[in-house]
């Protein structure tokens, strides 16, 4: 690992700690909500003064979309404000320091309608929820800096998978969480400047959860809407063929021994 101080935002939610705990990254900076907030530009000015910072990991979101769709004034807050005021620290920081700080951003296949499919990193962003929104505005600020990755994704967790049914007509390129953290270490170190999908084949929620808990149940994505507040994708699989180019590099096969 390159970079000798990275900083991780959101570091107590699930994706934080499976970054945490998989060991792929030295010198992480892991700061609680009170030692930074990222919706509060001064918590991020006092932190950044205070700490060398080499490389940022932002994982720090409001990615329920349950509650994003309740409280769109919270989702905008944290999602899209709280990133950008991570990216105005950034910028004041390299101006400080004479060099880039690469940023690492975490997204979501939500950016896409939904509808189609197989969506590549050029298809047209329009999002089918508040969710999507928020990180789509938060996408906007990462992109005017100049050594930054945007990672388009879904993730599940296959040791907790809590609901009894799933559906057999909703598709998506989900991958499991340890293979994201893995993920996010290979384009953290990376030359890649842009955005990129990261994703698995193309499966249902069903065919893909079914593998990991047997007792799960078949259902109809009409049947799962009738339970929820907020709009779903029928299918977010998306194009990751750029990501596999990079999976093919000699560099990554060695990685991902």
């Not at 205070?50 to 720090?60: G, L, Q, R």
């Not at 940023?103 to 962003?125: A, L, M, P, R, W």
């Not at 969710?131 to 100049?146: D, F, I, M, Q, R």
């Amino acid at each position: 690992m390159k970079f000798k101080k990275i900083l991780l935002t959101g570091a107590s939610g699930k994706l934080g700690q499976a970054i945490i705990s998989s060991r792929y990254f030295s010198s992480l900076l892991t700061p609680s909500r009170q030692e930074l907030d990222i919706t509060k530009s001064i918590s991020i000015e006092k932190f950044f003064g205070k700490n060398n910072i080499d490389a940022v990991i932002n994982c720090a979101a409001l990615a329920r979309m349950s509650e994003c769709e309740a409280n769109p004034d919270k989702a905008i807050l944290v999602n899209t404000i709280g990133t950008a005021n991570l990216v105005i620290e950034t910028l004041k920081k390299e101006s400080k320091i004479k060099k880039s700080i690469r940023f690492v951003h975490i997204s979501t296949d939500g950016v896409y309608t939904g509808v189609k499919g197989n969506y590549s990193e050029q298809d047209k962003t329009i999002p089918y929820n508040k969710y999507g929104w928020t990180k789509l505005g938060a996408e906007c600020a990462v992109n005017l800096l100049s050594n930054f990755c945007i990672i388009r994704t879904s993730f599940f967790d296959p040791e907790n998978i809590k609901f009894k049914d799933s559906g057999i007509d909703a598709y998506s390129s989900k991958v499991p969480i340890k293979y994201l953290a893995r993920s996010i270490a290979r384009m953290l170190e990376h030359n890649f400047v842009g955005t990129i999908n990261i994703g698995s084949e193309r499966k249902s929620d069903y065919e893909r959860y079914k593998e990991f808990k047997p007792s799960l149940k078949p259902c109809k994505l009409k049947d799962t809407l009738k339970t929820v507040n907020f709009p779903m994708a029928r299918d977010s699989s998306m194009n990751c063929s750029l990501w596999e180019k990079i999976q093919l590099s000699s560099k990554s096969k060695q990685f991902y021994q």
